[in-house]
């Protein structure tokens, strides 16, 4: 379980983010979404000390992480970053083995490099054929599936996720996502899609300026009036084939006024 | 693939050994070198062979194969820390800050012993690095882009500062002599310097290929580096601080040679793929066949006049760069 208790990050003179408050529950995945901007990656990156909290802590299964060390964090907390930019000269498994660097530390890592995690973990993304391949030969859908199956590697109990469907195809979507229960206990992943998050997600948080728009199950916070004001849009609602509502975004009337005399 | 590659810097050192003026067959320079260390017994060489190797060639030998290791070593490290493919001793301004020491020790004091050239070489080059990070701003997360920016920035400046002191000094000698200093020689190698490039070089070495791991996980950026357990900057300031350390006193004995940090390690990559604990040791083995190589080369090819070393070393190493970076399966990062 993570507890952010009133977290603000300030950079300079800006606010990146403001007295924010959320748990995200063992057993759970939990969801960050917002327009851009709003917050959603620093977050993130606070919850590995990666960003400068200024005031408020983060808590970690009881352990307050201000005063535990980087490699007790990367211990238990596996990061897979918005933009993984790996060194293109390793080839997929090395870089998945590096999902093990903060378990055997660096004496012992890089020995065995092919331990039965890092094969599971190419298995679970389905790049077992090419583990033996470089990363500069991968498209960006396939480079994505090696960060996660790094952190699949880590072996981590939490592990924060930054748009991981970002550069996948429809069906690696759907494999990524069914893999988001498998991968660890607790789960943090930053969505753009509010669909999406609303199927994957046990639990959502709505930030906007860097601020807490609203909080809890994805059905009771994706309102549309909520919607509207933090993405400046016309929120509709449609129900789907299972029941649960689906959404879709129009501009607001006043965007589209410029727009129509122009057509006109 | 490594024991090939230390078995082919063996048999280049001992084939550099023989080649000279006076040429001594490979065997005997075998003999001759094992008589020295075990005793095995005096063979049929002359006494002015064995003067020969010991005094001149061996000594000479051996610095290049130290100073290719550590360029090579420093130059696969650098690349990797600051994610560049043309980042190199020279890029970052370590080159540059050690030759400003060794300059201001000549120029000004007027000379000194080996070790002084070391000191000064030293702390020249850990003064530039420290330059560097201050003003890229590491501590402020900045990313590595920036490094090289300000490395090129420091060691214009050093190169400059290093240029006046040549230029005002009052001993035309002793401003030739930092001049072909300056373009790389081996040529007046001092078992005092070639005693402390070797340690230094055998500890920094050992330690570099000890953390491979972590040089991967900064390779693949600070993220993966952080997810890893590892303070991305402190880690890259700790280990550039190290390597230009190691690079200062391996300047200080050879001058400026170029070209081998920034090829070899893209050659060793090709060879060997990314991992650093395998990279390292190969791009040590082949800086140091290398610069044995061209060593050899610039001391024989118009003898008796003898070619700074680091003019082979660009003349090899320009093109060499320039088909490496041709071809579509580079390791070129992209900053």
Redesign the interface.
């Known amino acids: 379980m993570i507890e952010a208790e009133a977290v603000t990050v300030r950079i300079g003179r800006r606010v990146l983010l403001d007295d924010v408050s959320f748990t995200a529950q063992t057993g759970a995945v939990t969801g960050i979404v917002g327009p851009n901007g709003s917050g959603k990656t620093t977050l993130l990156r606070a919850l590995v000390r990666a960003a400068p909290v200024s005031s408020g802590r983060i808590v970690l299964d009881g352990n307050d992480l201000r005063i535990r060390p980087r490699r007790w964090i990367a211990r238990h907390i596996a990061e897979v970053g918005q933009r993984s930019e790996p060194d293109p000269s390793l080839r997929i498994v090395d870089e998945v083995s590096l999902g093990g660097l903060a378990e055997h530390g660096v004496l012992r890592s890089g020995l065995a490099a092919f331990d039965d995690r890092v094969a599971d973990a190419l298995d679970a993304v389905e790049l077992s054929h090419r583990a033996f391949d470089r990363l500069s030969t991968l498209s960006g859908g396939e480079l994505q599936r090696v960060a996660l199956a790094r952190a699949l590697a880590h072996g981590a109990s939490h592990v924060l996720l930054d748009e991981p469907t970002n550069h996948l195809d429809i069906r690696h979507r759907l494999e990524i996502v069914s893999l988001l229960r498998r991968i660890a206990p607790t789960v943090v992943i930053v969505l753009h899609d509010l669909d999406l998050a609303a199927e994957v997600c046990d639990h959502v948080v709505v930030l906007h300026r860097g601020r807490v728009a609203g909080a809890g199950r994805p059905s009771d916070v994706f309102r549309p009036q909520l919607l509207d004001d933090v993405y400046d849009v016309t929120t509709h609602t449609h129900p789907g084939p299972d029941g649960r509502a689906r959404l879709s975004f129009t501009l607001p009337s006043p965007h589209l006024t410029p727009r129509t005399k122009e057509s006109a | 693939m490594i024991a090939a590659l230390a078995s082919a810097a063996t048999i280049a050192a001992l084939v550099a050994v023989s080649i000279g003026p006076v040429p001594i067959a490979p065997a005997s320079v075998v003999g001759i070198i094992g008589d020295g260390l075990f005793s095995t017994g005096h063979g049929d060489w002359s006494d002015s062979a064995q003067q020969i190797v010991w005094a001149t060639r061996l000594p000479r030998v051996a610095m290049a194969l130290v100073a290719g290791a550590v360029l090579a070593v420093s130059g696969a490290v650098l690349q990797?820390l600051v994610?560049n493919s043309l980042a190199d001793p020279y890029l970052l301004g370590l080159n540059s800050g050690a030759s400003t020491g060794v300059a201001l020790v000549v120029l000004v004091i007027g000379g000194g012993s080996a070790l002084l050239f070391s000191g000064a070489a030293l702390a020249g080059a850990i003064g530039a690095v420290l330059l560097v990070l201050m003003l890229a701003g590491v501590a402020n997360r900045r990313g590595p882009l920036r490094l090289v920016l300000a490395g090129l920035a420091v060691g214009y400046a050093l190169n400059a500062a290093t240029s006046f002191l040549v230029f005002s000094s009052d001993s035309p000698e002793a401003a030739r002599s930092v001049l072909f200093w300056l373009l790389g020689s081996l040529a007046a190698v001092q078992p005092a310097a070639l005693a402390a490039a070797a340690v230094t070089a055998a500890v920094g070495i050992g330690i570099l290929i000890?953390?491979?791991?972590?040089i991967?996980?900064l390779?693949?950026?600070d993220?993966?580096a952080?997810?890893?357990?590892?303070?991305p900057e402190r880690t890259r300031i700790a280990v550039m601080v190290g390597v230009s350390a190691m690079v200062g006193v391996t300047v200080a004995a050879v001058g400026g040679v170029g070209f081998i940090g920034l090829v070899v390690p893209h050659l060793a990559?090709r060879l060997a793929?990314?991992?650093h604990?395998v990279v390292l040791p190969i791009s040590a083995l082949l800086g140091a066949i290398l610069l044995v190589a061209a060593d050899t080369v610039a001391r024989t090819a118009f003898a008796p006049q003898e070619i700074p070393v680091g003019v082979i070393t660009g003349i090899i190493g320009a093109p060499f760069l320039l088909l490496l970076l041709r071809t579509p399966?580079s390791?070129?990062?992209?900053p």
Not at chain 2, 331 to 334: I, L, N, R, V, Y
Request: aromatic content about 0%.
């Open positions: 990797a994610r000890a953390i491979a791991p972590m991967d996980a390779a693949s950026g993220d993966s952080r997810s890893a357990g590892i303070d990559r793929g990314g991992r604990r399966s390791s070129a990062h992209t």
